[in-house]
């Protein structure tokens, strides 16, 4: 039966077609419909335009066909909002706007919404050509509408949630494994339960006799020599043994006695100094222990003895008390001091500045115990005529006091203490 409806490449089409063999695609952009100008239309290869053309627009899909590598579909939608022609035939344009091919189809109305009813219209047309490497089948995708039949063919290759992976299961074990290692599952993925050989681990029920090198165990836990070593039974004690930790260890019934170099233990105790320095300690009592005499002492003896008294078998107590009894001190200075060696007692004396207000002066001498009463006075008089001026001192602890004046002059004072 000779084929009523088909579609035929134009000439102007072929051009394109044989100029994209020469390096320069051809780009396929456009499709439009037409009614024929109201009656059937046979496709014509001279063609330019369609007969009569009532809408165009940007293509919705542009493939090859997966039937058949020489053919090329392409696609359009025509929106609800469209129509009111009836559609008898169509055609391809490229980016130049030349008519590549065109074709008849059997007629059909496309209605609008206001006319009652309305539809979504799906035109293709397939081109064939002997060789579809050179045409581009890019297609803007902001305009893209997915179809039913797109839609469902692209999901083919995808997974239902559904089937719970059904489908890699009835693909066969190829297909299984194939999973598998893309999951990086490996072949522990289909045992039901693991074993220690599966993870490398040892098992508890063996107590570690499944360590194959117990050597390099004791050593990565630091053990040493003496974790091989039987244990003492009794309570305190070890075994007999040969680790140096035992056999040179002190004894405690030695109470030291057994230390090989004690000078060494003491300077390892940083002792050293501490032990020269006992020996050489004088008792209170006035007995002396060990040699003492010579070095400094015997210095200090020799050149502050101004001669040795014809003492009979003792020294006088006039001679003891020169030499050896204590002292009385004192610092005879501005602001100085004086101490009673015997009692303790103390007397310290000064000036202030002049000035008005009260001053904190410090003692020379701190008082060691007590600051019994302090005096001021006007400088250089005991008492003055002017009954307006007033100089006074006061204690404030054992090494301050204050001092107080209404007037330029400055202020002479004295304490006592001990």
């Known amino acids: 039966m000779t084929k009523k409806f088909f579609s035929v490449v134009t000439t102007a089409g072929l051009k394109k077609i044989t100029a994209a063999t020469t390096g320069k695609k051809m780009t396929l952009t456009q499709m439009s419909v037409g009614d024929g100008g109201g009656k059937e ?57 030349v008519l590549i091919a065109v074709c008849n189809m059997p007629e059909a109305y496309k209605p609008v919404i206001e006319e009652g009813a309305g539809r979504i219209q799906t035109i293709r047309i397939a081109i064939l050509i002997s060789d579809t490497s050179n045409i581009s089948l890019s297609i803007d995708g902001t305009t893209i509408t997915a179809t039913r039949d797109y839609v469902d063919n692209a999901v083919k290759p995808f997974l239902k949630i559904k089937e719970n992976l059904s489908e890699i299961a009835a693909a066969g074990e190829d297909a299984q494994d194939d999973a598998r290692r893309h999951l990086a599952l490996g072949k522990l993925a289909i045992k039901d339960s693991l074993g220690p050989e599966d993870v490398n681990a040892l098992a508890k029920d063996q107590n570690l006799n499944d360590v194959p090198d117990k050597a390099k165990a004791r050593t990565a836990l630091a053990l040493g020599n003496s974790a091989t070593r039987d244990v003492g039974t009794t309570a305190e004690t070890v075994a007999a043994g040969d680790d140096s930790r035992i056999t040179g260890a002190m004894q405690k019934d030695q109470n030291g006695a057994d230390i090989p170099d004690k000078t060494l233990f003491v300077q390892n105790l940083d002792l050293t100094d501490t032990v020269n320095r006992a020996s050489h300690v004088q008792a209170s009592d006035g007995n002396i222990y060990g040699s003492c005499w010579g070095g400094w002492l015997n210095d200090y003896i020799r050149r502050n003895t101004p001669g040795m008294p014809s003492l009979d078998p003792y020294a006088t107590t006039d001679w003891v008390n020169r030499y050896f009894a204590n002292k009385s001190t004192a610092s005879l200075a501005t602001n100085g001091w004086f101490r009673d060696a015997t009692t303790g007692f103390m007397i310290q004396w000064g000036t202030a500045p002049g000035g008005t207000g009260t001053f904190i002066v410090n003692l020379p001498q701190p008082f060691p115990r007590a600051t019994l009463w302090v005096l001021g006075w006007v400088d250089g008089a005991l008492n003055y005529g002017d009954d307006d001026w007033s100089n006074s001192a006061g204690i404030i602890n054992n090494s301050q006091i204050s001092v107080t004046t209404d007037h330029g002059w400055s202020t002479s004072w004295i304490a006592i203490g001990y």
């Not at 493939?63 to 025509?78: H, K, T, V």
């Open 41 to 97: 239309v046979m496709p014509d290869p001279a063609q330019n335009a369609l007969v009569g053309e009532k809408y165009r627009a940007d293509l919705n899909q542009l493939y090859i066909d997966p039937g058949n590598s020489n053919q090329i579909i392409a696609e359009i939608l025509i929106p609800e909002s469209t129509g009111g022609f009836w559609i008898r035939e169509a055609g391809v344009f490229d980016a130049d706007g």
